[in-house]
C-alpha cells in the first residue's frame, strides 16, 4: 500500500518557525515530483512548493523566501522548512508525488498521491 505520512504540524506564534516532514512507503519516490499544498478554513487547496527528483524547485509567491522545500531520497521523505510564519500560514498541510517523469506541476490534479494532512496553527 503507497502512503504518504506527514509529521511536524503544530500551534506556533507569528515568527516562528516549523519543519514538516512527509514520509513515503509502499514504493520509492526518487524519481517524483514531491510538493506541498495547503487548505485554509473556507478555502481552496493550494499550491506552496514542489521540488523535482533533479531538485529544481518552485515555491508560491506568498511563501518565496520563507519556505523551503528539500528531499532525502535516501528516506523517501521530503521536507518543508517554514520560517517567519504568519497567521495567513494557517492551514492544513498536504504533501503530495507526482510520478510522471515530466515538468515541474503546481496542479493539484496532478498528483497522484497524497498524504492525510497535518494542521499548522500560527497565532498573532
Known amino acids: 500500500q503507497v502512503q504518504l505520512v506527514e509529521s511536524g504540524g503544530g500551534l506556533v506564534q507569528a515568527g516562528d518557525s516549523l519543519r514538516l516532514s512527509c514520509a513515503g512507503s509502499?514504493?520509492?519516490?526518487?524519481?517524483?515530483?514531491l510538493g506541498w499544498f495547503r487548505q485554509a478554513p473556507g478555502k481552496e487547496r493550494d499550491f506552496v512548493a514542489a521540488i523535482r527528483w533533479t531538485g529544481f524547485t518552485s515555491y508560491a509567491p506568498s511563501v518565496a523566501g520563507r519556505f523551503t522545500i528539500s528531499r532525502d531520497n535516501a528516506k523517501n521523505t521530503v521536507y518543508l522548512q517554514m520560517d517567519s510564519l504568519n497567521p495567513e500560514d494557517t492551514a492544513v498541510y498536504y504533501c503530495a508525488a507526482d510520478a510522471t517523469y515530466g515538468s515541474l506541476k503546481t496542479a493539484q490534479y496532478e498528483y497522484e498521491y497524497w498524504g492525510q494532512g497535518t494542521q499548522v496553527t500560527v497565532s498573532s
Open positions: 509502499g514504493r520509492t519516490f526518487s524519481r517524483d515530483t
